[in-house]
């Protein structure tokens, strides 16, 4: 392998210390029982607090070794004392990482949060994104991550201008509230719930939001958010282009906002977004050193842990394959107008088997060679099958958040 990776300009330390430095963060709500709108199937063991949601993660970690943060989900994750979350989380080697508002479960939200044309639910949606912020500050993030439901069914609903100045002016009060050093990552999505206009619909919409906010505000890229066959790798280019590319909520589609496993329905999509990333990195874009790389997925089917695992070391392999890229020789096809040539670069990375890479890595690193083999050996999924169905949580400590779990 690192013969022929010599042969082809890839220096193997530099790819092996870029692999060991890369890390995933996985979302507390990937972790509980989720479903689809027709039917929350409850998982054996799911968990249904923070807590249990966070040890979680930390098996995710222990077995990837690259999972240390663990974004949260405000009110499904609330709870009293954030000084004890955030000690426990450091026991268990975590870390809190993105704190997401919730604008879309309130009765009042129907029609509405921050471009609602009421001013006091407005002032709502405000007041809870601002006490989002403080729990950050109390659990050591730098990252608020918002996605708004916000939206209308009908033409002629709402006004589409006004809802937008409404927009723009309850982001400017929180944008107002951030303290130095944290981010407003703002995430698009081009329908759901709302069908005829939604408030931000695209990535174009987030980045004239945070450029008109500060440079505090950056675009978010769920991967499940764009219309079939949009390309999300030209998109990521841009936004690395304009210096806006605040982080990913990585999960797949094939239809809408599915959610399913990473790189599980269109793995080659992944590798062009990484590719584009790692490109703009060698060529000295100082945005793409600084990509919040987000999990954005909650399982309905299949195991929880595993598919989480699953997902990030997906993710991991396309970043692999894109360091792989012989970025002389691409460079060399491209400016020879050598189009197939250019192509045969890509795939020549994107075929790569990294799987002996990758094990040589986590070997390396004193994990176990085959992360999903060693999450099955532990025993984890079983023991706590058994022990969270004999263990009664108290219904204000369950948090699991999708409704109907
Ligand atoms: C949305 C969006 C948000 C996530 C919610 C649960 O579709 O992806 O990021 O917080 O789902
Ligand atoms: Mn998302
Ligand atoms: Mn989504």
Known sequence: MQNSLGKQNIDIDAVLENIQRFTVETPSWGYGDSGTRFKVFHWPGAARTLREKLADAAEVNKVTGMCQSVAIHIPWDKVDDWRAVKDY???????????????????VYRLGSLCHFDKAIRQQAVAHVVECIQIAQAVGSNIISLWLADGTNYPGQDDLRRRRYRLLD????????????MRLLIEYKFFEPAFYSTDLPDWGTSLLMAQKLGPQADVLVDTGHHPQGTNIAQIVAQLLDEDRLGGFHFNDRRYADDD???????????????????GAEVDGNSNAGSIAYMIDQSHNIEPKIEAMIQSVLNVQAAYTKALLVDRAALREAQEAGDVLG??????????????????EVRTRQGLAPDPIAAFRASGYAERVAG????????PTEASSGYPGA
Do not use: H, K, M, W
């Open 89 to 107: 989380a450091n026991a268990l080697g975590l870390r809190i990482g993105a704190v997401n508002p919730n604008l879309f479960q309130e009765d």
């Open 342 to 359: 250019a192509y045969r670069v890509l795939q020549a990375a994107y075929e790569t088997d990294v799987r002996p890479l990758l094990s």
């Open 170 to 181: 309850s982001l400017q009060t929180i944008y107002a509230a951030l303290p130095a050093g």
């Open 387 to 394: 022990e969270r169905a004999t263990l009664v949580v108290a």
């Open 260 to 278: 399913l496993i990473v790189g599980s329905q269109n793995p080659f999509d992944l590798f062009c977004i990484f590719n584009e990333i790692v």
